[in-house]
């Protein structure tokens, strides 16, 4: 039992012996309690005092990469961008693939793609309403089409009608708005005719006639298409791999978008681990469960359900799941990539554009509780809520539907200077009550936002700003970045 600097007493263990205020769930076994300790001791040391010494930009606990790659703790909200010849057809990205086509049956796809309508500056327009700050668009799907004036096939874009370099206008564009583009590349690849294809995902079922599949050759084909996209356009700040399904290894070709863009951060489905992860949609779990992330992660989604490349029948997500989804995953200190896929004709679809402006209105109210803050999940053993903070102050994510209109937020007993609910500005009411389902524990208190509106408008993307005069330093109570709900 200690005494903060509120003079509130705290119970169990402090894990450092300084004047954080560290509380410890009672819940905790001592080995956990060792290995939470062991990991906090290891972690930069928090300043104390007023917000702007308090105030830690990026991710907080976790560790920037400490070279030209750390723009990706910075701008946290990209665009993700499927485009191919397969939006002509305007069903699927993997249109060949899901529809089993042969190379004659799909390629006719490719003399119909004349984009005369693609405006790169429209699209960034439309990014940066939706407060978006990065971009990775797909310079190869899985049909193996190439978005770019490449030397090592001729199935590509300068072959179509419109007959122009689209990466090139792309990287222009991003390059005079400062705009990080990076590169999506599919190493499984239908079109090209070393490529090993065995009827996995993302291949032929065989080989085609006249193929002479080689994974050595096919691995040389890669090499120079990457040395392409990292020499012919400028700076590239990422590089993000997709369905190496062959799981082939080898850190070579990584080790060469390094050296010949120093500033690209790699995804880890390429040819070795690269830098930082990938949940896509809602299927990996650990984006629900940890309260913060502890390594560089990047969740990917698209506004439309079935599909990430242009589709006509799109069955779009509701912004509530949307918005909800970025909330946690930013809020938690990873990056999020939100995809829209171009129509044939170069232009956003308006469904899409339209998604993405409504995301841009509630990004822009909450905007500084997700950015620029550290996580502040030690605070709370409720995992119904995200927690950041930047100094004194603490936001509160309702990363959940609130079963109630209050928050409870156990074990925390001080009270805030000031509450109010980011999306709107309006005040809110806090006090810290005696609850009865807290009777068994310690404390049997706890500091309660109460009377949300929840029943007057949806509840998706909220955000409780809470002003304290003095916030205990959150590192250290003892809940562990693996802990779930
Ligand atoms: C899914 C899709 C694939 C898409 C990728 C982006 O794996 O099947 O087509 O490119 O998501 O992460």
Redesign the pocket.
Known sequence: MFTSRQGREYSKFNIFDNDVGITMNTSITRRDFVKTAVMFAALPPLSSGAESENRVTGSGFMKRFGDGRDWFFEKRFGMFI?WGIYAVAGWH??HMFRKKLTRAEYTPFMRQFNPVKFDPEKWLDIAEQAGMKYLTF?TK??DGFCMWDTKQTDFNVTRTPYAKDVLAKLADACHRRKFPLCL?YSCADMNQKNYPSAGRSYELKTPEPGDQPDLNRYIEFVKAQVRELCTNYGEIHGFWW?ANVIKHKDPSINAMIRQLQPKAVINNRGYDEGDFG?P?RDWDNSVNTKPWFDKPIEA?QAVGYQS?GWREDEDYYSDAHLIRSIQKVLAKGGNYLLNVGPKADGTIPEESAAILRRIGKWFSAVRDSLIDVEPAGQLTNNRDVVLTRRGNTLYVHLAREPETGSVFLSPMVDTPRRAVLLNTGEQVACDVADLPRLHNQTPDRCLRVKHLPVNERSTAGWVVKLEFDKLPITRGSGVKSEDTK
């Open positions: 499927h990205e993997q797909t799907h899985v999506y997709d990938t896509e990917c990430w």
